[in-house]
């Protein structure tokens, strides 16, 4: 398969996965839910092996495995346990799960002092999925500024843009599962 053809795959995933995304989130202001129509995205693209995302109390790392742990006891993990990566915070208590699927990344952001956090059992204040974009930078060899890819981050629960204090403007830093640094890797999908 020659590489142009491989680029096309992945803008076609690429757009079906943001696309999917996007309609979630305008389902959900249309229902007035967006938290339900956010864990419905996670259940089709991250699904569980038993259970749903909407019923999780809360998320635990346990070795190098994601588990949500349920109102009665119960747990389950991911369906595909390779989609979990990395985490920020404490395994027992983590403030932000990183999961991947293809080239995508999908970020939950855990607070449960948070506006949205404080309102559901999981504590899920955001669930943010990358996209690819281009941002203007300085060009080293020129005066004039240049383009180069970058990564923009697509809140599914907050409408709102962040200001520039935001802890999602800031750089992303993740403990990957296995105990290491996570480095979000150029995207490579143009």
């Given at each position: 398969?020659?590489?142009?053809?491989?680029?096309?795959?992945?803008?076609?995933?690429?757009?079906?996965?943001?696309?999917?995304?996007?309609?979630?989130?305008?389902?959900?202001?249309?229902?007035?839910?967006?938290?339900?129509?956010?864990?419905?995205?996670?259940?089709?693209?991250f699904p569980l092996a038993r259970g749903s995302h909407k019923m999780v109390k809360s998320y635990v790392v346990?070795?190098?495995?994601?588990?949500?742990?349920?109102?009665?006891?119960?747990?389950?993990?991911?369906?595909?346990?390779?989609?979990?990566?990395?985490?920020?915070?404490?395994?027992?208590?983590?403030?932000?799960?990183?999961?991947?699927?293809?080239?995508?990344?999908?970020?939950?952001?855990?607070?449960?002092?948070?506006?949205?956090?404080?309102?559901n059992p999981a504590h899920i204040e955001d669930i943010q999925v990358e996209s690819p974009g281009f941002c203007?930078?300085?060009?080293?060899?020129?005066?004039?500024?240049?383009?180069?890819?970058?990564?923009?981050w697509l809140s599914l629960l907050h409408s709102a843009p962040c200001d520039d204090d935001c802890p999602q403007?800031?750089?992303?830093?993740?403990?990957?599962?296995?105990?290491?640094?996570?480095?979000?890797?150029?995207?490579?999908?143009?």
């Amino acid at each position: 398969m020659n590489m142009t053809m491989m680029n096309t795959q992945n803008q076609q995933q690429l757009h079906h996965f943001i696309g999917e995304a996007i309609a979630a989130v305008v389902n959900g202001a249309k229902r007035g839910v967006s938290l339900e129509s956010a864990t419905e995205f996670l259940d089709r693209r991250f699904p569980l092996a038993r259970g749903s995302h909407k019923m999780v109390k809360s998320y635990v790392v346990y070795y190098q495995h994601l588990l949500a742990f349920f109102e009665d006891g119960s747990h389950s993990g991911l369906e595909t346990s390779s989609q979990f990566v990395a985490l920020c915070g404490h395994k027992e208590e983590p403030c932000a799960i990183l999961l991947k699927s293809g080239d995508i990344h999908v970020e939950l952001t855990l607070d449960k002092n948070g506006r949205m956090g404080s309102a559901n059992p999981a504590h899920i204040e955001d669930i943010q999925v990358e996209s690819p974009g281009f941002c203007l930078r300085e060009s080293e060899g020129c005066a004039t500024e240049a383009i180069s890819q970058c990564r923009n981050w697509l809140s599914l629960l907050h409408s709102a843009p962040c200001d520039d204090d935001c802890p999602q403007r800031n750089e992303r830093r993740f403990t990957a599962k296995d105990g290491g640094e996570y480095q979000l890797v150029s995207l490579g999908l143009f």
